[in-house]
């Protein structure tokens, strides 16, 4: 039993990296079929997928939807997220139950619901109704980590502030983001991330002009697997590499800055 | 350099203003009264302290004269303008938090020029003002510094200034000597004394630590169960206390139950449940049943039968040694007087820690005029 | 201040309702405001959801669900004990592990084993280089391919969930039965299981309400046997534009997925809804 479980958490754990790794590897084979391990690297993938006019395209939409989503959500998340920690009023936990829902309802639900509407406020395709839709999804994600981020605050630091005769502007501006935005940046690095991955509500409202990066993921995998699939997807890893690499940075700040606060 | 931060001219004399009246202030949450009906004027230039054990409702009353918590009833007015509405933020009182609050993100400069930013003072004006108020805390050195690269002591030096360099009429102060050791609270009351005396501001004070509550305060509220039970000076709440509550809560005390037997103008006899009886002073409508608290101070009572011709003036029991507790500057004796009835004497250490030892018979004595009867 | 700060709850949820709630409510509203030529309430919910196809897609969608839950389960309680009761360096390689292919996105893990699983896949590639098989295997497009890449996908939410409940556990408690002469394994069937039976719960609940509404995975991975409930009601969409049964099935779904929040609501602090 004591050798057992590490070695067992040990396989669990290659198996769940397994997949992000080969997709990595493969992104990085030489031409030809897709084969693992591959006879030859290159970045030929790479190559092929940011000099597809298509591809280069997609990335640009995704990236742009991306921050609107992020911009949004982040914005209206904050405000929520303050009032839920510091305001005072009744059926809190439900109101909460009802800003996350939007991670419980099926997406498939909610994406033809958005798609319905988008139909006839001819909204379809419209870059800035997209990165909307996607923020709703988005913010949940940012309402939990902000919930928790605004609840390392002291308070006593937002009464000195009033006390000191700061207005409420200058009391978010000058004590309340700064010592939320180890929190604010995460929460708005999730919401690019959840946006860029978005698959579903992407599908039904980009119409065929506009397309993410995950939407021709998906057509491509409904055509025939093509490598340069590989390279997209890595490339998708790498940037939530990135975001958790950011996120560990700020967690590590965040935490320095509590123990000196005792 | 301490007159740049006296009130600007034509604002009247000084410590003409941060008169503060609380009128029936009263806050509930629930079904639970944290403060109830509270009434009291805190006058210009007064060290004022709230004292009371925790949940006695000081540090909410705190709260709604800053602001932080609104009301249900009562008024606040600050030199008579009506504040019982007015946001924090418009109030300009200075406020001193328990764990001092310090902004983690801005150094020491920042922090104290943090008041004078919001009121927009000229740039020139805001480092003349800063400086010199970290000068008044001795913190002119640290200026660059952030909270956490400073002492306990020193941060709330900074808690200090940032809470006096614009000039406010009234300091609040919640138990703002909290986190410290012992031997740096002392003199921390000594230093925060100085500067109220030295600037001539009002402090309100909250604390728990009736010590510190009587080294710095001219006027003290005690608080139980939120209602002020009595406001004096120390010595007067020290000596006199109203009812046991108090007597018990500001120093030591003993205090024995018992039945009045008679009344003689300002002089009660009452009988403990022991049967001994006993003389004490006794403010007359103060005492209206026939059960009541006998209290006298340890430090009053002595060792030893007193001369025959002051018989008259004090009360004479004969007990026996039941603990003795040396306490260094002090020795504390407690002595069995009846089956349930015990007093404690209290000596200063004169001599290597002399005195009666455990299982001595002696005979305790004290001044009837120190002695008081307390309702229940 | 108290009451200003609750305004700020506005904007979020004029969001909610405007882009989220509305849409939904207009869209669901086709089951009962459908053409003039349309049949009852009712009746239509009815023959909708009593279609032989529906009601195989409703039990195919519960099982494949079920199934996903169980393994989960299985597979996740080890690895969060272990997380538990780790600190350091292997805490946080453990860590990493689950929540990397968390935050990954779902297209790309369904891709992936897309690769390993496919005819000309990793495995494949594998066994017939080893001369164990002569043709490749039918591994992708089937009931098992599903609920492996299912079960990859929701795994890291099943083992945050209990983590975050068997964290809470004071190992004080485990000292004192061990100190009252407990042996391991009845310390865990007696003390840690009982206590970490919440963090099961709401792991159980999240993942089974995230499978049953499931849509990518299954439809990429899975065959023509094994369709469920989400991609049914995006044929009726895409291929059919039969709104109207489409309605009717999300009514369906979604009252599910409702009815089962609603058990997760009282059961667990929504803060740990994603496990952090």
């Known amino acids: 039993m004591r050798r057992a479980l590490p070695a067992y958490v040990t396989v669990l754990c290659l198996l769940l990296l397994a997949p992000i790794v080969i997709v990595i590897v493969l992104a990085f084979s030489g031409p030809g079929y897709l084969q693992f391990p591959p006879r030859s690297y290159s970045l030929d993938w790479f190559i092929r997928f940011l000099g597809d006019p298509r591809w280069r395209e997609s990335l640009w939409y995704s990236i742009v939807i991306g921050f609107i989503a992020c911009i949004v959500a982040t914005v209206v998340g904050f405000f929520a997220a303050y009032a839920f920690v510091r305001g005072s009023f009744a059926a809190k936990k439900l109101l909460l139950s009802l800003l996350l829902l939007p991670i419980i309802v099926p997406t498939v639900i909610t994406s033809i619901a958005m798609y319905f509407v988008s139909v006839r406020l001819e909204l379809v395709g419209n870059v800035l109704w997209i990165g909307i839709c996607q923020a709703v999804i988005a913010l949940p994600v940012v309402l939990l980590i902000l919930l928790s981020a605004l609840q390392g605050v002291d308070v006593n630091l937002e009464r000195a502030a009033l006390s000191l005769g700061a207005s409420p502007v200058r009391l978010f501006v000058k004590v309340v983001i700064p010592l939320a935005a180890p929190g604010l940046i995460s929460a708005a690095l999730f919401a690019f991330l959840t946006s860029f991955d978005e698959l579903i509500i992407a599908l039904f409202l980009t119409g065929v002009r506009v397309q993410t990066l995950p939407v021709r993921i998906w057509n491509s995998l409904h055509m025939e697997i093509e490598p340069t699939i590989a390279a997209v997807s890595a490339f998708l890893i790498g940037v939530t590499g990135v975001v958790l690499l950011l996120d560990g940075l700020l967690r590590g700040r965040r935490a320095s800055t509590m123990k000196t606060r005792r | 350099m301490s007159e740049t931060l006296l009130p600007p001219h034509g604002k009247g004399m000084l410590g003409a203003r941060g008169a503060l009246e609380l009128i029936g202030l009263t806050k509930q949450y629930g079904d639970e009264r944290v403060v109830d009906a509270v009434d009291a004027e805190i006058r210009p230039g007064e060290f ?329 | 201040m108290r009451r200003r700060s609750t305004l700020l709850m506005l904007p979020a949820l004029t969001m909610l309702a405007a882009v989220f709630l509305a849409p939904l409510v207009l869209f669901l509203a086709q089951t009962v405001i459908i053409d003039k030529d349309a049949p009852p309430f009712w009746p239509h919910v009815l023959s909708v959801i009593e279609s032989r196809v529906m009601l195989r897609t409703i039990l195919i969608t519960n099982w494949i669900s079920l199934l996903v839950t169980a393994t989960a389960l299985l597979l996740g309680y080890p690895v969060a004990y272990y997380l538990a009761n780790r600190r350091g360096p292997r805490f946080t390689l453990v860590l990493f592990c689950v929540i990397v292919p968390y935050f990954t996105s779902i297209i790309v893990r369904t891709f992936s084993w897309m690769v390993i699983l496919g005819r000309n896949g990793l495995i494949n590639h594998l066994l017939q280089d080893l001369g164990l098989i002569d043709a490749p295997l039918p591994l992708l497009y089937n009931r098992t391919a599903v609920v492996i890449g299912m079960t990859y996908v929701l795994l890291p939410y099943m083992v945050l969930t209990l983590f975050a409940a068997m964290r809470s556990i004071d190992p004080n408690l485990l000292r004192a039965a061990r100190g009252l002469g407990a042996s391991g394994p009845m310390i865990f069937a007696r003390i840690y299981l009982p206590l970490s039976l919440h963090g099961v719960v709401s792991g159980a609940l999240i993942v089974f309400i995230l499978a049953v509404g499931f849509f990518i995975t299954p439809a990429l991975m899975g065959g023509p046997s094994d369709v469920m409930v989400a991609t049914l009601i995006e044929r009726s969409v895409e291929i059919d534009l039969d709104w109207s049964t489409a309605a009717v099935m999300s009514l369906y779904l979604l009252a599910v997925t409702l009815v089962l929040y609603a058990v997760y609501y009282r059961v667990t602090d929504l803060r740990r809804l994603m496990g952090t």
């Open chain 2, 48 to 376: 004022f302290s709230l004292l009371g054990p925790s949940g006695s409702g000081k540090t909410t009353t705190l709260m709604m004269i800053a602001g932080f918590v609104a009301p249900d009833r009562g008024a606040i007015r600050l030199d008579g303008a009506d504040l019982t509405h007015v946001p924090p933020q418009r109030r300009g009182l200075g406020m001193v938090f328990q764990n001092y609050a310090i902004f983690p993100h801005l150094d020491v400069f920042e922090n104290v020029a943090f008041p004078l930013r919001a009121r927009r003072v000229a740039k020139a004006e805001l480092r003349r003002r800063v400086e010199a108020t970290l000068a008044l805390v001795r913190l002119e050195r640290f200026a660059t510094r952030y909270a956490r690269e400073l002492s306990g002591g020193q941060q709330q030096r900074v808690a200090i200034a940032r809470a006096i360099v614009f000039r406010p009429s009234i300091v609040l102060m919640d138990e703002p000597l909290g986190a410290l050791d012992k031997n740096l609270r002392y003199a921390m009351q000594v230093e925060i004394k100085e500067l109220q005396q030295r600037l001539g501001m009002t402090v309100i004070y909250v604390t728990h630590d009736q010590e510190e509550a009587m080294n710095m305060s001219d006027r003290i509220a005690i608080m139980n169960q939120g209602r002020i039970e009595q406001l004096g000076p120390p010595g007067e709440i020290y000596e006199r206390p109203r009812n046991a509550f108090v007597g018990r809560f500001l120093g030591e005390a003993n205090l024995l139950d018992g039945t009045i037997e008679q009344i003689a103008g300002d002089e009660a006899a009452l009988r403990t449940r022991d049967g001994v009886l006993l003389r004490a002073r006794c403010r007359s409508p103060a005492i209206t049943q026939r059960t009541a608290s006998l209290f006298v101070r340890p430090e009053k009572l002595a060792f030893g039968d007193v001369p025959e011709a002051d018989r008259g003036e004090s009360n004479c029991v004969q007990g026996v040694v039941q603990r003795r507790a040396f306490l260094g500057s002090m020795i504390r004796t407690t002595v069995q007087i009846g089956p349930t009835t015990q007093l404690t004497v209290d000596q200063p250490n004169l001599m290597n820690g002399a005195g009666p030892q455990v299982g001595a018979p002696v005979v305790v004595s004290w001044a009837v005029a120190h002695t008081l009867t307390l309702p229940e």
